[in-house]
Protein backbone atom coordinates (compact mmCIF):
# COMPACT_ATOMS: atom_id res chain seq x y z
CA UNK A 1 0.00 0.00 0.00
CA UNK A 2 1.25 3.33 -0.67
CA UNK A 3 2.49 6.23 2.05
CA UNK A 4 -0.36 8.34 0.94
CA UNK A 5 -2.98 5.70 1.02
CA UNK A 6 -2.67 4.97 4.79
CA UNK A 7 -3.44 8.59 4.92
CA UNK A 8 -6.36 8.22 3.41
CA UNK A 9 -7.68 5.26 4.44
CA UNK A 10 -8.60 6.15 8.33
CA UNK A 11 -10.53 9.13 6.48
CA UNK A 12 -12.22 6.22 4.47
CA UNK A 13 -13.27 4.39 7.78
CA UNK A 14 -14.14 7.60 10.04
CA UNK A 15 -17.23 6.43 11.71
CA UNK A 16 -15.61 2.57 11.77
CA UNK A 17 -14.79 2.26 15.79
CA UNK A 18 -14.83 -1.79 15.90
CA UNK A 19 -12.57 -2.60 13.30
CA UNK A 20 -8.85 -3.23 13.35
CA UNK A 21 -6.03 -1.45 12.27
CA UNK A 22 -2.24 -2.43 12.15
CA UNK A 23 0.63 -0.94 13.76
CA UNK A 24 2.08 0.55 9.85
CA UNK A 25 -1.16 1.89 9.48
CA UNK A 26 -1.76 3.77 12.56
CA UNK A 27 1.97 4.98 13.11
CA UNK A 28 2.08 6.11 9.30
CA UNK A 29 -1.33 7.62 9.92
CA UNK A 30 0.67 9.50 13.55
CA UNK A 31 3.85 10.34 11.53
CA UNK A 32 2.70 11.98 8.81
CA UNK A 33 0.17 14.28 11.11
CA UNK A 34 3.42 15.03 13.00
CA UNK A 35 5.22 16.17 9.76
CA UNK A 36 2.10 18.27 8.56
CA UNK A 37 1.79 19.53 12.19
CA UNK A 38 5.44 21.30 11.92
CA UNK A 39 4.59 22.26 8.25
CA UNK A 40 1.49 24.06 9.57
CA UNK A 41 3.83 25.28 12.23
CA UNK A 42 6.32 27.09 10.21
CA UNK A 43 3.29 28.55 7.91
CA UNK A 44 2.22 29.74 11.22
CA UNK A 45 5.59 31.15 11.90
CA UNK A 46 5.78 32.85 8.74
CA UNK A 47 2.77 34.76 8.41
CA UNK A 48 0.93 34.46 11.60
CA UNK A 49 -2.26 32.76 10.44
CA UNK A 50 -3.40 30.93 13.43
CA UNK A 51 -6.11 28.96 12.24
CA UNK A 52 -4.65 26.40 9.87
CA UNK A 53 -3.59 24.61 12.62
CA UNK A 54 -7.07 24.79 14.16
CA UNK A 55 -8.45 23.36 11.12
CA UNK A 56 -5.98 20.99 10.71
CA UNK A 57 -6.38 19.51 14.22
CA UNK A 58 -10.30 19.37 13.85
CA UNK A 59 -10.30 17.71 10.58
CA UNK A 60 -8.08 14.63 11.68
CA UNK A 61 -9.31 14.65 15.15
CA UNK A 62 -12.31 11.86 14.34
CA UNK A 63 -10.33 9.55 12.30
CA UNK A 64 -7.46 9.97 14.56
CA UNK A 65 -9.86 8.72 17.16
CA UNK A 66 -11.17 5.50 15.22
CA UNK A 67 -8.12 4.46 14.10
CA UNK A 68 -6.93 4.58 17.81
CA UNK A 69 -9.85 2.63 18.72
CA UNK A 70 -9.46 0.04 15.91
CA UNK A 71 -5.83 -0.18 16.48
CA UNK A 72 -6.47 -1.07 20.16
CA UNK A 73 -9.34 -3.53 19.07
CA UNK A 74 -6.87 -5.41 17.17
CA UNK A 75 -4.13 -5.45 19.84
CA UNK A 76 -7.10 -6.90 22.06
CA UNK A 77 -7.25 -4.30 24.54
CA UNK A 78 -10.01 -2.37 25.88
CA UNK A 79 -10.99 0.53 23.47
CA UNK A 80 -12.27 2.95 25.89
CA UNK A 81 -7.97 3.23 26.88
CA UNK A 82 -7.59 5.31 24.20
CA UNK A 83 -9.50 7.84 25.78
CA UNK A 84 -6.73 8.34 28.86
CA UNK A 85 -4.32 10.50 26.92
CA UNK A 86 -0.59 9.30 26.44
CA UNK A 87 -1.69 5.99 27.14
CA UNK A 88 -3.01 4.78 23.54
CA UNK A 89 0.40 5.67 21.87
CA UNK A 90 1.75 2.99 24.64
CA UNK A 91 -0.79 0.40 23.87
CA UNK A 92 -0.54 1.05 20.40
CA UNK A 93 2.61 -0.91 20.21
CA UNK A 94 1.65 -3.85 21.38
CA UNK A 95 1.44 -6.84 18.70
CA UNK A 96 -1.80 -7.77 17.05
CA UNK A 97 -4.14 -10.36 19.07
CA UNK A 98 -3.84 -13.85 17.86
CA UNK A 99 -6.51 -15.44 16.29
CA UNK A 100 -7.87 -18.90 17.44
CA UNK A 101 -8.52 -20.47 14.88
Known amino acids: ?9 PFKYIFDFNG ?4 KEFWLFFL ?7 FI ?4 GLTGYHTLREIFLIITLLPF ?5 RRL ?3 G ?5 FLIPFV ?3 LACFPKKKERY
Do not use: C, E, P, Q
Open 77 to 81: ITKWL
Open 20 to 23: KSSL
Open 88 to 90: NLV
Open 32 to 38: INIIVSI
Open 73 to 75: NDA
Open 1 to 9: MKLLNYYIK
Open 65 to 69: IALGF
Open 41 to 44: GIIR
